[in-house]
């Protein structure tokens, strides 16, 4: 198969799939004509140790310059959607759980938000508070763990991802003590929660969110100033406002290259008009602020589970009127979305007033911000290849569903 | 003549014969680069220390890789020889020819029957360094012109003029 | 036979295979390689002749010509191969082919 | 008193030089016929028994040391402290199976990791490991050792490409690349050092080394050219081994393990070791030009073997080169070609004028300090301007970032 027909067919193939159209901005880097027999295919996963997961990347290398790359995924594809349309609405939220298994809490809230509009359930005060605790500390662990991979994939053997899962522990510990799993928390219930916090996990809380700005510091002293980390990502994998508008990224992806885009300030879903906090906005969208935006995101993380935890009311968690078993929503369709860690999570919901939805449609941020990734690593090497990747934020559960 | 000089001329001719018969390129750097280890190694051998050793610094080291990378960057050229080809065959012939008469010429001159010194002569590192600098220096400075003029002359033989599409590529960096 | 003349019959042998490769192999690369052993089988020479050579017992003086000169042949023998794969780089590039039979144009 | 100090230098040197001793005693309790055997059994065979031994400690060292840097305790199951995870790695790595691609060429692929191991060792034979302690006593023991480590580039090509494998492929161009280019700046560094001490032999540089002004040592890190030369030839012993940060031509979040990726079980350990006796070959080099070899840093510790000083120091690196490696990200590869050849090439000859120049400056009383402050001089200048002058054209900096306005 000659290069080009492959390019093109890879990028039809991904609008198709997309629904998105996007032109502007658009590059292609055709190998020299005369060095068209040097030209390398390898192909860098599903089995490679950097594309966290079962990613792989179809890469023409012209010495070690990206020429061409063709993202395919789908190994990990396990019909989310339909059996989430064959099951009842309770019975979708532990499979949320798996879509971004690294953020199970903020997945649970984008369902059970998709189905409180459909249905019109009011959620109790506590509860908002507890799922706003619960999402940042969620995008906090995320960030951390984001960052260490990041640096192992530029090389640093190890060090920085432990230190990010060392304080990424703290927190999955405190999820298990509430909701009796670490990853997989199957949390969130339609108008509330599942089971109330206990004071001593809310003191617990505080006590860890108070030695979090100290662990921020630590970090950001450890990996800010250093010249290889910032030559190695200063200037990579840049990725243009608008193309970043047109292809739909979301997330600290888009903040990074400078759209002013947080879903907590555009929709103020949920209680995140009461708290202060600041969005950070990248200016040049290459992976230094990408990584930046994920440092600075953690310490507003803080301040909203600062101002959350101080201002947390007693009251119950859920209201015993709401029917949690057995909706049957009236025929309709409704779109909850909310900021995830990794961009704006959607869920689409149409009812035809049965137990079970009639359409059930993810909106996956991980997915939408990969569809970029051959523009942002065409003239790249292949180590600029992986740290691009690996600043984009994937995880595989999520890309394929 | 010692074993260990039978040895190593053994090891050495197979591995040239070995480097100019193979048919995959590869194949035949690799017996070069044998072949000059060898050849190294007779040096050794004669007691010519540092001669050997930078026969192999500079051949294993830099000019086997040279021809390594040479190979790798002309990959698709690789041709196979065709051992019944006329060039082949007229090659060896000649070669032989012209062995018969150098080794005619060796085995029947005098030089067979002279008397050969069982010492090797003083050849210190130093008073090599001591000769090149003093009774040598004029051949050493135009030795080192020459390399420069090689190495600058190699950079711009090989300078792969950049197509448009590379400076793109370049400057996305 | 005496262990000069060894050498120089070994010398006689490394120079031939040299010649024989240079002459008959049709990849460009290969005929340098050729070239290179033929150097090293001069370099062979000199190296025997310093060892055991007359006039290494007869003057000290001159008793390191045959070590410089073979440094200076290394020398450039790495000179020339530089230059000479780099000609051949740049050769591949606009003819595609290595073989010297098909390389038949001055223009360039 | 002195009686006593004089009993005490006396056995301090008996334990010194026991085993050179043993080797001398042992060659000549020998028959004749058999001597030639028993002299290369006691060169080889310590050779082999005690690097490889070094390298099965350094494995635990090192993951233990990465296990401290990393909140984390690393190896601590077989035997106390972890102590036997060697053991237990090498009966699994004997034991796996051997994986050949079907597609590789198989003799080259078998020979690859033989030829990388043998010359590893080969260079531990111009190594003093202690006073009278070499194994090759040869006038041009550096030549000896640069030439057999140039063959190590061969070997990695021939792994890489014999392998079929694009990684590996792409693994070995890094790793020949990178080789060659940091082998520039390793030999001028150390050129240095050669015409100062006049000689290319090991032992000699060792023995210019090992004397004393008052209880200081004369080593060759304690001049200004021989400070920048020592930090040169590290950085470039550290990229020639493909240490961290310059561990591209096995970066495992790139191209997996670049040219041993299809090595499997025995021949991977090959590789493994092979990697290690050139660390540790090369940082006893480094010690051996610039660190005094075997000589003690005060006088008075010379009552210490020689032979335990320069495996101390050989620690002490080996302890750098771990600590370093949890510490840095990985360079790019454009990135370490211009640091070589833009960087190091021109601090190496520099290093190279400012040693000429200090061998010519008389050394007289008054002199000593101006020499070396002109010699310092001559060495920092050059850096300052050379590292303005790199620092231009790139666009690194910390960035400070802007929030979104409330609204």
Not at chain 1, 43 to 69: C, K, N, Y
Request: hydrophobic share 50%; proline share 4%; aromatic share 10%.
């Amino acid at each position: 198969m000659s290069g080009k027909s492959m390019m093109e067919e890879s990028a039809i193939g991904l609008d198709e799939q997309m629904g998105a159209t996007y032109g502007a901005g658009r590059h292609t880097l055709k190998p020299d004509a005369e060095h068209e027999s040097q030209i390398l295919e390898v192909a860098i996963g599903p089995q490679h140790p950097s594309t966290h997961g079962v990613f792989r990347m179809d890469v023409q290398l012209d010495g070690e310059r990206v020429v061409r790359l063709k993202p395919v995924f789908g190994y990990l594809h396990r019909n989310h959607e339909k059996i989430a349309e064959n099951a009842a609405y309770l019975a979708a939220i532990p499979y949320t759980d798996r879509l971004d298994y690294l953020c199970s809490m903020t997945n649970n809230w984008g369902y059970v938000l998709a189905v409180e509009k459909l249905v019109g359930i009011a959620v109790p005060e506590r509860t908002e508070y507890i799922r706003v605790i619960m999402a940042e500390l969620t995008r906090f662990q995320n960030h951390s763990a984001l960052v260490g991979f990041l640096l192992q994939d530029m090389g640093a053997s190890g060090t920085p991802l432990m230190y990010a899962f060392r304080e990424r522990e703290k927190i999955l510990d405190l999820f298990e003590a509430v909701s009796g799993a670490r990853m997989m928390c199957n949390y969130l219930r339609f108008g509330g929660v599942r089971v109330d916090c206990t004071p001593e996990w809310l003191e617990e809380t505080r006590q860890l969110v108070g030695r979090l700005p100290r662990f921020v510091d630590e970090f950001e002293r450890l990996l800010r100033g250093n010249e290889i980390l910032m030559a190695r990502t200063q200037g990579v994998g840049v990725l243009p406002r608008e193309l970043a508008v047109s292809a739909g990224v979301t997330g600290p992806m888009l903040r990074a290259s400078g759209v002013n885009y947080d879903i907590r300030k555009v929709d103020r879903y949920g209680i995140y008009d009461r708290f202060k906090f600041r969005v950070p906005l990248g200016e040049h969208g290459d992976v230094y602020d990408r990584y930046m935006m994920r440092v600075l995101e953690m310490r507003e993380s803080i301040a909203i589970l600062e101002q959350a935890l101080k201002e947390i009311p007693d009251g119950p968690v859920q209201d015993p009127k709401t029917k949690v078993r057995g909706l049957r929503p009236k025929v309709g369709e409704a779109y909850g979305r909310i900021e995830s860690p990794k961009g704006e999570l959607g869920f689409y919901l149409i009812s035809d007033g049965t137990m079970n939805p009639y359409r059930y449609r993810v909106r996956p941020p991980c997915l939408i911000n990969l569809t970029i990734l051959e523009d942002m690593c065409l003239g790249l090497s292949v180590a600029d290849v992986v740290v691009t990747l690996g600043s984009v934020d994937i995880v595989m559960g999520e890309v394929d569903r | 003549m010692t074993v260990s000089f039978v040895l190593l001329a053994l090891l050495t001719l197979s591995a040239a014969v070995a480097a100019m018969s193979m048919p995959r390129l590869i194949h035949c750097a690799l017996a070069l680069a044998v072949a000059f280890t060898g050849l190294g190694g007779i040096f050794l051998n004669l007691g010519a220390e540092f001669v050997g050793l930078a026969q192999l610094l500079v051949y294993v080291g830099a000019v086997a890789i040279l021809i390594v990378f040479a190979i790798l960057l002309t990959r698709g050229s690789e041709v196979s020889m065709r051992p019944g080809a006329r060039s082949a065959i007229s090659g060896t012939v000649i070669a032989l020819a012209v062995f018969a008469v150098l080794a005619h010429a060796v085995l029947t001159s005098g030089v067979s029957r002279m008397a050969t010194t069982a010492v090797t002569p003083s050849n210190r590192v130093q008073e090599i360094g001591v000769t090149l600098l003093q009774q040598y220096v004029l051949p050493l400075e135009v030795i080192a012109l020459l390399l420069t003029a090689a190495l600058i002359g190699a950079v711009i033989l090989a300078w792969r003029e950049k197509s448009p599409a590379a400076q793109e590529g370049a400057e996305t960096r | 036979m005496n262990p000069l003349s060894a050498c120089l019959i070994v010398a006689a042998f490394l120079f031939c295979v040299g010649l024989a490769g240079a002459l008959s192999r049709s990849s460009a690369i290969l005929v340098l390689a050729g070239i290179e052993l033929m150097l090293g089988a001069a370099n062979l020479n000199f190296i025997a002749f310093w060892r055991y050579g007359a006039l290494a017992a007869v003057s000290p003086f001159h008793s390191l010509t045959g070590i410089v000169f073979v440094l200076f042949s290394i020398g450039v023998a790495a000179a020339e191969a530089a230059v000479g794969l780099a000609l051949i780089l740049a050769i591949y590039r606009y003819t595609k082919s290595c073989n010297v039979t098909q390389i038949t144009e001055l223009k360039g | 008193m002195n009686g006593y100090f004089a009993m005490a230098t006396g056995l301090a040197e008996r334990v010194d030089q026991i085993f050179v001793t043993f080797d001398h005693w042992a060659v000549t309790n020998t028959p004749e016929p058999l001597r030639w055997l028993v002299s290369i059994l006691l060169i080889v065979v310590p050779i082999l028994a005690v690097f490889p031994g070094l390298f099965a400690l350094t494995t635990v060292l090192e993951r233990k040391g990465l296990g401290r840097i990393q909140n984390r305790y690393g190896p601590n199951r077989v035997g106390p402290y972890g102590l036997l995870q060697p053991i237990a790695d090498a009966v699994k790595s004997l034991t796996k199976e051997d994986v050949v691609p079907r597609t590789a060429d198989g003799v080259v692929h078998y020979l690859a990791p033989l030829v990388i191991v043998s010359t590893a060792f080969l260079a531990y034979a111009v190594l003093p490991v202690g006073r009278n302690m070499i194994a090759v006593h040869l006038d041009a023991g550096l030549l000896f050792f640069f030439a057999i480590g140039s063959a190590t580039e061969l070997a990695v090509f021939m792994a890489g490409w014999s392998s079929r494998n694009k990684y590996s492929l792409l693994g070995a161009m890094r790793a020949i690349a990178q080789m060659i280019s940091y082998e520039v700046p390793l030999i001028l560094s150390s050129i240095a050092v050669i015409m100062i001490a006049g000689t290319l032999s090991p032992e000699k540089i060792v023995l210019e080394q090992a004397q004393y002004t008052g209880i200081f040592p004369h080593w060759y890190v304690f001049t200004p050219w021989g400070f920048a030369g020592f930090l040169l030839f590290m950085t470039a012993a550290a990229a020639e081994t493909n240490r961290s940060p310059f561990d591209l031509p096995e970066g495992e979040s790139e191209i997996i393990a670049g040219y041993f990726v299809e090595y499997s079980g025995f021949k991977f350990a090959l590789f493994f070791l092979a990697e290690y006796l050139e660390i540790f070959a090369v940082s006893g080099l480094g010690i051996t030009l610039f660190l005094g070899g075997w000589s003690a840093p005060l006088s008075f510790l010379a009552v210490i073997p020689s032979w335990i000083w320069f495996f101390a120091k050989l620690l002490v690196m080996i302890g750098v080169f771990i600590w370093v490696r949890g510490t840095m990200p990985r360079l790019r590869m454009d990135q370490l070609m211009n640091f070589a050849w833009k960087f190091m090439l021109p601090m190496a000859l520099i290093d190279m004028v400012c040693a000429g120049v200090w061998r010519f400056l008389p050394g007289g009383a008054l002199w000593v300090v101006l020499r070396w402050l002109i010699c310092a001089a001559i060495i920092v200048v050059p850096y300052v301007a050379l590292a303005r002058g790199l620092e231009q054209g790139r666009k690194i900096e910390q960035r400070v970032y802007r929030y979104a306005e409330e609204g």
